[in-house]
Structures are given as C-alpha cells and as structure tokens.
C-alpha cells in the first residue's frame, strides 16, 4: 500500500516532469560516459591480461645482430631471470600480387618441435605448422586481412635475397602483436606490414643463422625487478650487437594498448565530473522552487505532526526518483555504448576475443555518484524548509524584498525599461540562484567546445599538418646503411622528382632516470620533404651540433631546452655521447628525435651513409615508380604517404570521430537541459506576476518579454565564461589524452566557438519558445486568488 | 426572481448583459457559476456587488474584465461582444479600458511604487503621470520604496494608482479591502470613490462587507448564479463615514 505521502510525491513529479526528464538526462549523459569509460577499461585490461597469461607474454625483450645459443643459457642463468625464449627475427620484402608498391615484413622463428616458451600464438584460422614441414608459413591475422589472404593462399617472399613461395598453413594472433605496426613507424599500415612465423631451422637456414638468436624474450622471477636484469642483459649481449633490452612499458604493443586505457580514465573522470556538477545544481533549482511552492503544504505536514526528518526524506525522495531514472538511462547508454566502441577497438587491437564486459562495480559507483550529487544539490534546501515552524511557514511568504539594480545606480536607470528593470532586480535579488543558472549554463556551453576541439585537431593533422611535415610522397627504408652512391641510384628511379636521403639509427635516449628507445632520424639539414616544425608550425633548421626532439618526448624525459641528452647508440660501433637538446618539434604520432644527417654519421663514428630516402613523385607515374621500387633487392620498407593518410582517417581519425559524435550529442543534451529546466522554473517562480502583468492589460508577447529578457542576460552572462571554461576543458582533456602514440594538436577555432554559441542559442530559443507556450495556458484568474 | 433595474435618467448602458451564463466543468461535474444574468450598468456608476461565496460575483466581474468568456449569453461593452471577442481583442480591451484592483494587490514586486504605475503608462493610450495618480491616493511620498517597503494599505492604493493612471473606463475591484483593517480599509475605499468621481469610471466592488452597500449607487444582490435583487440608494455615503 502506498502512503499517502508517496502519492503525494508521484502527483508532484507529474507535474514536474518535464524538469525531472532534463535532470534524468543530464545525469544519463554522465553516467553513460562514466559507464562505458570504466567498462571499456574493465574489458581491455582483464581481456590484455588474461591474453597475456593465458600466451605467456614475456616481460623483457631484446634484439641483436646474433649471438650463439649458448649466450641465452648464460641469460636463462641471470638471477632475475624465470624463463628465456630465444628466436630469430628478419625483414624480408613481399611481393603481393595485385599491391603495387612493395610490402614487407618480420619472419619469425618458431621451434622446430615444440610450442615455444614465451609470446605463444593464438591460431585464428587454418592449421599450426606441421613439424618438420618446409614451405609453410604462419601469417598475422591483421596483415592477412588487409590483404584478403586465407590459409591455403601462397605468397611470395624474399628470403635473404632469394624469392621464395610460401604457403599460408593459418591465421595467427600474438601477445606481442595485439597492435601491429613496423617497428619505428608512428602509424600503422597493415596493408603494406605484416608479421610471419617459420619454423627455427628453415629461417635460420635461409639467414645463416643456425645455432644462434637475435631476438629474446624472457620472463622474470617473482619479486625479480626489471632494471638490473635489463642491465645485466645489455652488458651480456653487447659483444653480439644487442640493441638495448627493454620492459613491457616500452614495447610498442603494450604501450599502444595502455595508452588507450590512460586515455579512458580520463574520460571516465572529466567528463562525469561535469555533467554531473550540473545535474546537481539542476536538481537543487527544481527542488528548491518545489519547496518554496510547498511551503505552505510543509508547514501543514508539521503542524499535523510529521517530523522533520519524515519531511526531508520525502523531499530527498523525490531527488531519488530522478537518481534512480538517471542511473538506469545511463546504465543502458553507457552498456549500449560501450557494445559499440568495443567493436571499434577490433580495428586497432588483436586480442583473441574482445567482449563487452561490463564493469559491475561501474554501477553501484554510479548511483553512488548521482546520490551524492542529488544530496549536495537538495540537501539544503530541504533542511532549510523543514526548520521553518509550522506558523511562520502557513503565512504567504511576505514580498520579497529588492532594490535598484547595480546597473542603475551607475546612473543609467532612466533609459531602462520597466521589463528590463524587473529582469536585472530579479537576478540581483538572488545572486546565488543566478550565479548557479549562470555556472550550469556555462559548464553547458563548456562541453560543447571539447567535441569539436577532437574533431579540429583530427583536420588540422589530415589536412595540413600532414601536408606540411611530410612533404615527401614517398619514404623508402633500405635494408642495411648504404653509401650514397644509392642515392644516385635511387634518383634514377621512373617518376622521382625529388630525391631527399636519410639516416637513421637505434638508439636510446637518456635524461635523468628517464629513458626511451627510438630511432634518431638524421636528416638534411635543410629538409624539404620530412620537416620538423615548431609549436608556431615554423621549420626547424636542424643546427650542424645538436638533438631536436618531439615535444611529448622531452616531456616524457623531463628535459628542457639546452639539457644534455646521453645518445647510446644500440648499433654499429656503439658509441655514446652527451647532446644538447637544441629544439622541440610538434607532431602528432609516436616519438621522434631529429639531427642533421652529417651529425648522427658523426655519431655513430661511420661516414658518409644512409638508410634510405623520401621521395617527391610524378603522380602521373606512381605505379611506375612503386613497380620499379619492388625491384630493388635492397630495399626494407617503403611507406606511403596517401596510404598511411588513409589508414589514419579509417582506424584513429574514425575512432576519435565516434567519440567526437558521442560527446556531442552528449553536450548538447545538456545544453538543452539546463536551458529548458531554468527557463521552467522562471516561469513556476514568476506565473503570478506574470499572470498579474497580463490581466492589466499586457499582451502575451510583453509578458513574455518580462520573461525572456531573463533568461538572455543570464545566458549572455554564461556565455563568455562557457567559452572560457570550454578552453580550459580542451587543454585539459587534450593534455590527458595525448599520448606517447597518438596526439591531437589544440586547435580552438572560431567556428567551434560559433558552434557552441549557436547551440546554446538554438536551445534558449526552443526553450523559450515552450515556455512562451506555456504563457498562453497562464492561469489568469488563479493569479488573482491569494498567493499560493 | 432576477429584475433589471435601470437608473433614473435613461442612457445607452456600458455594460449589457443578457442571460448570462458560465458552467464550469462537464457531466456530473457541472457547476453553474452564472445561471443567467441581466444586468446593465452605466458610466460613472458606482456599483457594489454582495452574496455569498460561490454566489457568482467574482465570476460575473472576471466576463466583465475580459478575464474568462462566457458559456452563454449577451455580453456588450459599448457595442464590443465579449463573448466572441479573441485573446487579442480582450488584451487591448483590458489595457485600453479596464482597471483591475485585487484582493492580494499583486504588485510586481521588483518594481518600485511609482514604477509599478509607470508600468501601465508604457502601455496605455492616454496615461495620467504615475506621481499623479499616486497623488490621487494619497501617496505623494514614498514614491520609490518597494512593495516588500510598503504597509498592506500602502500596497493597496499603488495598485489603484496602478490601475487607474490608464484613466479606465471601468474599474473592477474585488475585495479590495478584505487583506485590510478598518482603517486602512477606509483610506482605500476612499481612494476608490475619489477616482470614480474624478474620473468617472465605472466602478463595481465586490465585497462580503455589507456596509459598504451605503457607498453605492446601485447595490446588486447576489445569489446562486443570479442577480437577486438591485438596490438604488438614493444619497451615497462617503467612504470616510463607513465602520465596520
């Protein structure tokens, strides 16, 4: 049986629903977010991590030019150290029928008669290698896909130089490929890239490589900590080449994969944080306008006896109901949502099964949330009613009291009219209730800079960044350094216009206690196709002495204009020097260093060499120039430009799209809300002036002037703010989301601002305009009764 | 029985009314608030209206002030039908020639007294200067205090000020002294007549209060929906001379 209260509280919200549905939905939008943030989260790190241990995905990892066998017993023995897994890793060149440009690769080894130790592969499709076969192949599933392949098909590789036709026995996936992109590259092509598997003996027969590794992996003991082993490992493996060990938080794919989780936190936090802040000040302007129309019902409640706590309860209730609405709108958005993103995640990420896992906790947490923020929104304004006495409450409220206008003791009263005087007292008279309509305003108007902010920073790279960094059309990797005279060769090439060589090298980079491998790109000094840019997007003149590196890496190391950077170098002679950082260059994927080319020949103690060259072509004579390129034997790599363009608009540009579209509608919602439920609750608080104003004779559209006028000052209050709190909000969340792979430029444009204005402007109107509609149905003679 | 009695002096009535009828409410729920009323009332008259509550006086005051329309019946104001006039023609008929005085004054309240007058000059034809009418009920002072400033009685005559300054045709008050005590309630009531003989509009009161019947010129009894019987007084008493 239901109380009477109760049926009281379902009648009143009724009538409030309207409000109650914006609240509802603001606080849905923020739960959502917050729901699909954590369950996204909750999904990839227990799906990672359940990978991982179900495949034995290693901790260390190194690679070397060769080394015996004999040498990863030594390792297996390093105290530290569980288990080791040696194997081989070449580059080969693939020709792929119906692929006009060059692909390539990395073959890796696979023990001839046992499933391997570490990095075990997931079979997707097709068969595993027979034992002792020839010929056979296992091939990345990302690879095979972009490239229609299906086991059964064969495809033809150069192996050492010698072409040979190999048969796809499966489909593969591993721990250490769950994003695959050629090692050094910024972006990922899986068109032009994929990962092999080919039992040890043939590879190592094909490489002259039997008897010995240059890759490992290995796992560490319990409670084993990574730097000393990693230490203990380099200084082993330098006499053979050793390229620098390094943990799972510098290995390509797991940074990938935990830069997307870092990314989500963020989200999972910021954006709730907001909404929800502006579900709380929605709720505390309905229920404080109930209360003030309820006065009087209160002081009956108590004058019958009720408590206060009964009476609070019953209004708290009634900030519940709408909880509880919101909560469960957001569980379904947020479950919904999240259905879809992880879908898009299967475009960057190989795991074996990828399900939606929703994160149980995410719930209780989220009606925690909410209740919180109906408790702060309500709390005071009930408690407020319910130590009114019963007397005091049972007597219409006495007028309120006003004054003049701060406005109009500057002196300009006169000029003002009367519906303008009303609307400027009014919101002086209770600066706390404007200056909470004017923060949810502004916080709505803030949100809806950040969508569009992603969406401009995604064109910004596209389009112009794109463009004016890499002007090359074309980037070639050689196999191994080779002296310039390939460059002639290269310039002879049918269609190259413009041929630009460069140098690069494996190194790593230290500042402190911070330190990153990467490849230092040597370029010429003056480079026209590959440039490095400044913050003000102004070409860097790489100096004759001196290191340029991404702004995000300096960041990560800590390191400042003018700081030393130590180079080690992890190949050829294996020097190490001490390096002035001398600039900081804006791009927007992966970790780069920049040298004069005549500089990193310097520091690596060789002379004159490059490892390959960017391209400008004769577009009429692209297909000419890449079939010619498939030619030469030596080449590693090749990376085109208008591919790897492409492969960013489908993969990070569409996905950053997704989330763009689902911020926005989002924002809007909000924007909405906050518009439609303060324009309401001017019209609740003001119907019997309003109702007065038009029985002495105002028309409608008058009245509604007295009301509108509000509302626009209060919005051309917020506005500014919103778009000031929007910026803020941007550099923030974009701060937040930049990442080691990834980062999106901040590009705040006048349309975005328009856009947002005009948003928050569309919604003033369409509020308005419902409640002009509601003006009409003004109870007239009800106004002329005694107060309610 | 319902009678219609005119004036001593005949002339075209401002106010015709014929068969008046209001229902509010459907089926079961029906409630006559009219059932029928004939009535003409006359420039410059000042009429009380008394009965019971529920007897139809606030009803038949809201048709005449263009407030609600009427279910059935004639309705003239100087040749205007009400009862077919649209919300636009009853906007302009209430701002060009009704004043309104309220029980609970319903002053804006973040409008100053004179303001709260000033208001209606902005929209009226030929509006007296807000002082003026403020002068006319006795409240030369206090010009720019706000209602939450101002006594009830205070309140009340800037509301007749309110709703005379437009120099009304008619002026409709209801209960315009029931928040009131005797002696404020007098003050107002003589503001009333004041206007009505300065200005000459049409005045009907509404009130529970017998005694101000000897203020009236015709005192229209009330009850259930009808008029019952009109009353012509001869002298009229001035408002000061009233207790109650």
Redo the contacts between chains.
């Keep these: 049986m239901i109380s009477h209260l109760d049926r009281k509280l379902w009648r009143d919200l009724s009538r409030l629903r309207g409000q109650a549905v914006a609240v509802a939905l603001v606080m849905a939008c923020g739960l959502a977010m917050m729901i699909m943030a954590r369950s996204l989260i909750f999904s990839l790190e227990s799906t990672r991590q359940e990978y991982y241990e179900a495949n034995r995905f290693a901790d260390v990892f190194v690679q070397l030019k060769r080394a015996p066998n004999s040498v990863a017993t030594r390792i297996a023995e390093l105290p530290g150290v569980a288990t080791v897994q040696p194997g081989l890793s070449v580059l080969v060149t693939l020709d792929l029928q119906g692929l006009d440009e060059p692909a390539s690769g990395s073959v890796r080894s696979l023990p001839d008669f046992e499933p391997p130790q570490l990095n075990r592969l997931f079979l997707r499709s097709g068969r595993w290698l027979s034992p002792g076969s020839r010929g056979e192949v296992l091939v990345s599933e990302a690879f095979a896909e972009a490239n229609s392949l299906v086991p059964g098909d064969r495809i033809a590789m150069l192996l050492n130089g010698k072409r040979q036709q190999l048969q796809i026995a499966g489909l593969v996936l591993s721990p250490e490929i769950i994003f695959e992109s050629r090692p050094g590259a910024a972006l990922p092509d899986n068109r032009t890239y994929g990962t092999f598997w080919m039992p040890y003996k043939e590879l190592a027969r094909a490489f002259d490589l039997d008897g010995g590794f240059n890759q490992l992996a290995l796992t560490l003991a319990p409670g084993a900590a990574e730097r000393p082993v990693i230490s203990e490992i380099d200084h082993l493996l330098t006499p053979y080449g050793g390229r620098g060990a390094f943990g799972r938080a510098d290995h390509p794919s797991h940074i990938r994969v935990s830069d997307e989780i870092r990314v989500l936190e963020t989200i999972s936090v910021g954006f709730p944080l907001v909404f929800l802040s502006v579900a709380a000040f929605m709720i505390n302007a309905v229920l404080s306008r109930l209360l003030a129309l309820q006065r009087e019902q209160i002081a009956i409640l108590k004058a019958f006896g009720f408590t206060n706590r009964q009476i609070v309860v019953h209004y708290l209730k009634f900030a519940f109901v709408m909880v509880t609405g919101g909560t469960m709108l957001g569980a379904i958005g947020g479950v919904f949502l999240g259905h879809r993103l992880v879908l898009m995640y299967h475009r960057f990420f190989r795991f074996p099964e990828l399900a939606f896992h929703p994160n149980r906790t995410a719930f209780p947490l989220a009606l925690l949330v909410c209740i919180a923020a109906a408790f702060i929104g309500v709390f005071g304004a009930v408690r407020r009613a319910a130590k009114l006495p019963p007397a005091e409450a049972m007597r219409p409220e006495p007028p309120a009291n006003y004054r003049p206008a701060l406005i109009e003791r500057t002196g300009i009263g006169h000029f003002l009219s009367h519906t303008f005087r009303i609307a400027v007292r009014n919101i002086e008279r209770r600066p706390a209730q404007a200056l909470f309509t004017v923060a949810g305003l502004a916080l709505a108007t803030g949100i809806l800079i950040v969508p569009n902010c992603f969406r401009d920073g995604v064109a910004e790279i596209l389009d112009f960044q794109w463009d004016i960094i890499q002007r090359q059309d074309v980037g070639v990797g050689l196999v191994e350094p080779s002296s310039v005279q390939v460059q002639h060769l290269l310039q002879h090439l049918p269609g190259a216009v413009r041929v630009e060589p460069f140098r690069q090298a494996f190194v790593r980079i230290s500042y402190g206690r911070q330190r990153r491998q990467l490849g230092i790109q040597g370029l010429p000094a003056n480079s026209l196709h590959n440039r490095v840019l400044d913050e003000h997007s102004h070409p860097i003149q790489l100096p004759a002495q001196g290191l340029v590196v991404s702004a995000k890496l300096a960041d990560v190391l800590g390191a400042h204009l003018g700081d030393l950077l130590t180079v080690e170098v992890l190949e050829g002679k294996r020097l190490t020097q001490t390096v002035p950082l001398v600039g900081l260059a804006e791009d927007f994927a992966g970790m780069a260093a920049y040298m004069d080319m005549h500089a990193v020949n310097r520091l690596l103690g060789e002379g004159d060499v490059i490892t390959g060259a960017n391209f400008r072509i004769d577009p009429a004579r692209r297909g000419e120039f890449l079939r010619a390129l498939k030619q030469i034997p030596r080449i590693n790599w090749v990376a085109i430009k208008e591919s790897l363009r492409e492969n960013f608009r489908q993969t990070t540009a569409a996905s950053i799209g997704l989330i763009q579209i689902i911020y926005m509608v989002f924002a809007i919602v909000v924007a909405f809300g906050v518009v439609y439920n303060n324009a309401r609750i001017s019209l609740a608080e003001r119907a019997r002036e309003l109702a007065t104003l038009r029985v002495i004779g105002f028309s409608r559209r008058e009245v509604g002037t007295v009301l509108v006028t509000e509302l626009v000052i209060l919005a051309l209050l917020a506005v500014p703010f919103g778009l000031l709190i929007g910026t803020g909000f941007a550099k923030a969340i974009l701060r937040a989301v930049n990442t080691e792979t990834v980062r999106l430029p901040l590009i705040l444009t006048t349309s975005n601002y328009s856009f947002a204005v005009l948003v928050v402007a569309v919604a003033s109107t369409v509020s308005a305009l419902v409640v002009l509609r509601m003006l009409n149905h003004l109870d007239l003679i009800g106004a002329l009764k005694a107060p309610e | 029985m319902t009678e219609t009695i005119a004036p001593a002096e005949p002339a075209t009535p401002v106010f015709r009314v014929r068969g008046l009828t209001k229902v509010y409410g459907l089926g079961t729920a029906e409630v006559h608030a009219l059932a029928g009323v004939d009535l003409d009332l006359y420039a410059g008259e000042l009429i009380v209206l008394l009965g019971p509550s529920g007897s139809g006086k ?1 009803t038949l005051l ?1 048709n005449l ?1 263009g ?2 329309v009427p279910t059935a019946g004639e309705l003239l104001y100087k040749g205007l039908d009400l009862t077919v006039a649209d ?2 023609e009853l ?1 302009r008929f ?3 020639t ?3 005085i ?3 004054y ?7 007294a004179r ?1 709260n007058v ?3 000059t ?3 034809a030929d509006p007296l200067p807000p002082e003026t009418a403020l002068q006319m009920v006795n409240l030369g002072e206090r010009l720019d205090h ?4 101002l006594s009830g009685g205070e ?1 009340q005559r800037v509301a007749i000020a ?2 005379i300054a ?1 120099r009304p045709q008619v002026l409709l008050c ?1 209960e315009p002294t029931g928040a009131l005590d005797v002696r404020t309630g007098i003050v107002v009531l003589e503001a009333i007549q004041r206007v009505n003989q300065e200005l000459g509009s049409l005045t009907v009161i509404i009130t529970h209060n017998a005694v101000m019947a000897d203020m009236a010129d015709r005192v229209v009894y009330f009850s259930d929906g009808r008029v019952h019987h009109v009353q012509v007084n001869t002298t009229r008493a001035p408002a000061s001379s009233l207790r109650w």
């Design positions: 606030t809201n002030g407030l609600d919300e636009s906007t209430r701002r060009d009704v004043g309104f309220f029980q609970f319903n002053l804006i309240p973040s409008l100053t303001e000033g208001l209606i902005e929209i009226a706000f209602p939450a400033q309140q309110r709703a437009k209801d």
